[in-house]
Nanobody, 126 residues
Framework: QVQLVESGGGLVQAGGSLRLSCAAS????????MAWFRQTPGKEREFVAL????????FYADAVRGRFTISRNNAKNTIDLQMNSLRPEDTAVYYC???????????????????WGQGTQVTVSS
């Protein structure tokens, strides 16, 4: 069992930056693949980025590649999402998620993640 708590959301103008953090409880954090998803009202939750257990592998949705960077610190049980060049269409509730399977393939579906945080709101004004 792992508990996830996101922080760092807020209001920013288009072109600005925000850094989201997700703190995880539990002693097995380093065995989990981790990811960020986002959701806007009336839409399905969508994949944003993932990072492997060791941090050596990352993958991004096309919409954010080149602007967002995911990272993790296994000593501190945290993952971050650095978001640059933000656009109004990035406005959403952002969730971190944990996949305990340890599998190496790219896993970008919500059903592949067992644990979720409560979400943090990001609003980008035009």
């Amino acid at each position: 069992q792992v508990q996830l708590v996101e922080s760092g959301g807020g209001l920013v103008q288009a072109g600005g930056s925000l850094r989201l953090s997700c703190a995880a409880s539990g002693r097995t954090f380093s065995s989990y693949n981790m990811a960020w998803f986002r959701q806007t009202p009336g839409k399905e939750r969508e994949f944003v980025a993932l990072i492997s257990r060791s941090g050596g592998r990352t993958f991004y949705a096309d919409a954010v590649r080149g602007r967002f960077t995911i990272s993790r610190n296994n000593a501190k049980n945290t993952i971050d999402l650095q978001m640059n060049s933000l656009r109004p269409e990035d406005t959403a509730v952002y969730y971190c998620a944990a996949d305990p399977s340890g599998r190496l393939e790219i896993r970008s579906r919500t059903s592949e993640y067992d644990y979720w945080g409560q979400g943090t709101q990001v609003t980008v004004s035009s």
